[in-house]
């Protein structure tokens, strides 16, 4: 457990964990220049001393958005770390600066409605020191109503004197004061199409553009990461990494360590669709992926059919469980890489069914975002290349 103590004021101190400054130490690695690779290991030295705390306080199911796995491809790019408790969003800002008379939140976490919070907490990082410094939270709703944009960084400011510095506060008002309005309302940003995001991660995605976040307008950033496969892919193009999200390779040469990390594998098989596989190679196998879903755990199947120059895809899911069902109002919906819809591409159970699937044909090189609703934990959209 995390120990903490308070100091005179209201600040919150808590320790860094040493074990979780090694892990940052070695995490470092994994960014595309010494400015992200810095932000990253300040990222990680907060969130291992922060995330026991809300452990503790709120509840010991507190986790990260989306998930761990994908975090360096946020702090390649942007400053602060999402925590889930129950509905509610915690945003990590960390710093190092001692100056603590505003509190400065990137643009990202305040206007892209899937990042945005509903409390942000002002960290100060002591790296030599071993500890992390709690000094103070504000809501979203101050955050847009009465904090200040700076155009130059892009980031919203709130001035001390609107700052809530008595960390206690926080778990009081989630306990008393659940419906507290915490939100302001955002602005949709228009959708990009496909080929301008390749663009766009062809552009910002060498490594020498330090600060990716300022060379384009807002609304043609925040539309390109909120995209959950549009993101990673930027990520790997400014570390140099191969594509990650091939189907074809996984079949032929397995699954990449990107894919593997949150959960997708290979099955191999004596007995499958005919005896052939994608373009004649790798018979018998079929890519899975488990997924948590509202308590239980389901399977997504992504299988190829048909002849060798016309593969049919069909993506499946199933309950794990041998025997259970998909529960009545489960959907299970294919998208372009854009996320747009085509014929035929959903598939909804209206009563409890063994199986949702939807089957589609695909040119090489094309791109196909999968959804289900109910949204699985930790979901993360992932552009899979065919």
């Not at 400011?157 to 960390?167: G, P």
């Amino acid at each position: 457990m995390t120990t903490f103590t308070f100091a005179n004021s209201t600040d919150l101190f808590l320790e860094v964990p040493a074990k979780n400054q090694n892990l940052a130490d070695l995490r470092s690695s994994y960014f595309s220049n010494p400015t992200s690779r810095y932000q990253g290991y300040i990222n990680e030295l907060c969130l291992s001393a922060v995330l026991p705390w809300i452990q503790e306080e709120f509840t010991s199911q507190a986790k990260v958005w989306p998930t761990t796995t994908v975090l360096p491809s946020f702090w390649e790019l942007v400053n602060g770390t999402a925590i889930v408790v129950d509905v509610t969003r915690f945003i990590l800002v960390p710093s190092e600066n001692i100056d603590d008379s505003e509190l400065r939140v990137p643009q990202e976490w305040v206007d892209l409605s899937s990042w945005a919070g509903d409390y942000y907490l002002a960290v100060q990082v002591e790296p030599e020191e071993d500890y992390v410094r709690l000094w103070g939270y504000c809501t979203h709703e101050q955050l847009k109503n009465r904090g200040n944009y700076d155009a130059g960084d892009r980031t919203y400011a709130v001035d001390a004197t609107e700052i809530i510095h008595d960390i206690s506060v926080l778990a009081l008002t989630q306990e008393l004061c659940p419906q507290a309005i915490t939100r302001a309302a955002i602005s949709p940003l228009p959708t990009l199409p496909q080929p301008q995001a390749q663009n766009l991660i062809t552009r910002l995605g060498k490594p020498e553009v330090l600060t990716p976040r300022l060379a384009i307008p807002f609304p043609l950033w925040g539309g390109l990461i909120e995209h959950g496969g549009w993101r990673q892919s930027l990520y790997q193009q400014r570390l140099g990494l191969p594509e990650q999200w091939s189907i074809l390779q996984w079949l032929q040469s397995g699954v990449s360590q990107a894919a593997e990390t949150i959960g997708w594998g290979r099955l191999n098989l004596q007995l499958s669709f005919g005896g052939r596989g994608a373009q004649g190679g790798q018979a018998d196998s079929i890519l899975s992926r488990q997924l948590a879903i509202a308590g239980q755990t389901y399977e997504l199947l992504v299988i190829p059919q048909g002849e060798r120059d016309q593969v049919i895809w069909r993506f499946e899911l199933r309950n794990a469980t041998v025997g259970a069902v998909i529960p009545g109002g489960f959907k299970l919906r294919l998208l372009t890489e854009d996320l747009q819809h085509f014929p035929n591409n959903e598939d909804i159970a209206t009563t409890a069914v063994e199986q949702l699937f939807v089957e589609v044909a695909l040119e090489p090189g094309e791109g196909i975002v999968w959804e289900i609703e109910p949204l699985p934990e930790n979901y993360d959209r992932e552009i899979l290349k065919f």
